[in-house]
C-alpha cells in the first residue's frame, strides 16, 4: 500500500501534479512547510520521506527539529500528523487518478451471464418430411445477430398444445358448404387432440363468439360445430380483430404451445387494428398461426382482394412459424387439414442460452438456419423477452 512500504519512495512531484479538489488541498498544506521551496523540490524530484527529512533540518514546525539523541515531541508529533496529513493526501489522490483511468479506460469485458429462452420450430425435407430427430448441431440460432447457444432439442409434441380453431362466419359465407367444412375441422380436432391438450372453437364476423371453453372433451367440441351449423353467415369480417383476442384469450393458467387455425376468406374490411398489430399479438402470446384461405368463398372477391388475402395470411403465419394454405375444395382442405396436423407432430422445441445483457429489449429478432442442406424451416421471427 503507499501509505505505509513505499510512502517513503512515492514522488512528492506526483502527488500535487494530479488534477482535481485535492490539488488544491494538498497545496494549501503544504505552503506552511515552505513557502520558498517546495516548487524546487517537487521538481527536482523529492521524495515524500526526504522532503519531511529537509523541513526538519530546516526547523520546520511541521517536521521533528532535533535528531540523534535528542528528540522534541511536539515537534516529531507534529511531524507525523504532517505525514499523515501528506499520506492520506496521496492515497486520495492516487485513487482518484485511477477511477479516472476506469472512466476513460476500455469497456468492460461482456458478462459471461446468460438467460434460457425457448422457441418452437418445424424443420422439414424439400419433400415436406418433418424432421423430428434434430440435434443442437443441426441447428444455427441468434438473437439481433447474438449467436446462441443450442442447449437441447425436443421434437415430437414435446409439451401440451393449447389449440384455438376460428371460423369465418361473416355474409361471405352465405354460399359455402359449411357442414362439410366443420366435420373436416372436427374430425381434424379429434385426431390431432391428446388427453394432455386442449382446444377451443370461435366463431367471427364483426363480432368475437367464443363457442367452447379450452377442453380436451369431445363432446364439448362437437356442441361448439353444432352451433356453428345454427350460425346464419352475415355481416362485414374483422378477422384481425378475432385473431388478435384469439391470441390473447385468458387460458386460466394452462402451460403449453399456443397454435390458431385460422379459416376464412382472410378478408378484412372491419377490424380496428392494422395487419402487424395481429402478428405482434400473436408473437407477444408465443402463437403460432396456421391460415387455411377459403378459395371457394374468395371467388367472389376482386383479383385485388383475393391477392391481398393470400398475402395477409402469408405474412402473418410465416412471422409466427406457421404455415398458409390456399383451398379451392373439399380435397384441398383435407390436405391443407393433414399438412397442418403433421407440422404440429412435427414440431420441435429449441432450448438454448444467450449472452444476458444489462438493458434487456422488449423484443429480439430471431434468425434460426437449418444446417442441413436441402432443409425448410419455420419458426417465429420476434420473441417478447417482456411479456405483457
Known amino acids: 500500500m503507499l501509505c505505509d512500504r513505499h510512502l517513503k519512495y512515492y514522488p512528492l512531484w506526483a502527488v500535487v501534479s494530479k488534477a482535481g479538489p485535492a490539488k488544491k488541498l494538498l ?17 527536482s524530484g523529492t521524495y515524500l520521506s526526504d522532503f519531511l527529512t529537509n523541513q526538519a533540518r530546516r526547523g520546520s514546525k511541521w517536521a521533528p527539529a532535533t535528531y540523534g539523541n535528542g528528540i522534541n515531541l511536539q515537534a516529531m508529533e507534529n511531524s507525523l500528523v504532517g505525514a499523515a496529513l501528506l499520506c492520506f493526501l496521496t492515497c486520495a489522490v492516487n485513487a482518484y487518478g485511477q477511477l479516472s483511468s476506469m472512466q476513460t479506460g476500455p469497456p468492460p469485458a461482456a458478462s459471461s451471464v446468460t438467460e434460457s429462452a425457448a ?24 438473437e439481433d445477430k447474438v449467436g446462441a447457444k443450442i442447449e437441447n432439442i425436443s421434437c415430437g409434441k414435446p409439451d401440451s398444445m393449447l389449440l384455438g380453431v376460428l371460423v369465418d362466419v361473416s355474409g361471405s359465407q352465405r ?22 391438450d386442449g382446444a377451443f372453437v ?28 345454427k350460425h346464419q353467415p352475415y355481416g362485414p369480417t374483422a378477422l384481425y ?56 368463398v374468395s371467388a367472389t372477391l376482386s383479383k ?25 375444395n373439399e380435397k384441398d382442405l383435407a390436405a391443407a387439414l393433414q399438412a397442418i396436423q403433421v ?25 434460426v438456419e437449418a444446417n442441413l442442406k436441402g432443409t425448410s424451416i419455420h419458426y417465429a421471427k420476434v420473441r417478447f423477452v417482456i411479456a405483457e
Not at 418452437?120 to 443442437?136: E, S
Not at 383476442?245 to 404451445?257: D, H, Q, S
Not at 444476458?356 to 430471431?366: D, G, M, Q, T, Y
Open 119 to 142: 422457441i418452437y420450430v418445424t424443420a422439414a425435407t424439400k419433400q415436406g418430411v418433418p424432421l423430428t430427430d434434430l440435434k443442437p448441431d443441426d441447428l444455427t440460432l441468434t
Open 175 to 196: 354460399d359455402a358448404h359449411r357442414a362439410s367444412e366443420y366435420d373436416a375441422l372436427q374430425a381434424f380436432l379429434n385426431q390431432v387432440l391428446s388427453e394432455h
Open 241 to 296: 380483430d378475432a385473431v388478435k383476442a384469439a391470441a390473447n384469450a385468458n387460458l386460466f393458467g394452462r402451460r403449453g404451445r399456443r397454435i390458431l387455425v385460422v379459416v376464412g376468406d382472410w378478408e378484412d374490411n372491419s377490424s380496428h387494428i392494422r395487419l402487424d398489430q395481429v402478428t405482434e399479438s400473436a408473437q407477444r402470446n408465443s402463437t403460432t398461426v396456421y391460415a387455411i384461405v377459403d378459395s371457394a
Open 304 to 328: 385485388k382482394s383475393y391477392q391481398n388475402a393470400l398475402l395477409a395470411a402469408k405474412e402473418v403465419t410465416e412471422q409466427t412459424g406457421g404455415m398458409s394454405y390456399d383451398v379451392h
Open 27 to 43: 497545496r494549501r498544506t503544504l505552503r506552511p512547510i515552505s513557502t520558498s521551496g517546495w516548487l524546487q523540490n517537487i521538481r
Open 343 to 367: 407440422a404440429i407432430s412435427g414440431s420441435c422445441r429449441v432450448d438454448y442460452t444467450i449472452p444476458k445483457v444489462a438493458s434487456p429489449k422488449k423484443e429480439v429478432k430471431l434468425h
Open 202 to 229: 370461435v366463431a367471427y364476423d364483426d363480432k368475437f363468439y367464443q363457442l367452447s371453453e379450452l377442453t380436451a372433451n369431445r363432446a364439448s367440441l362437437s356442441a361448439a360445430f353444432d352451433k356453428l351449423t
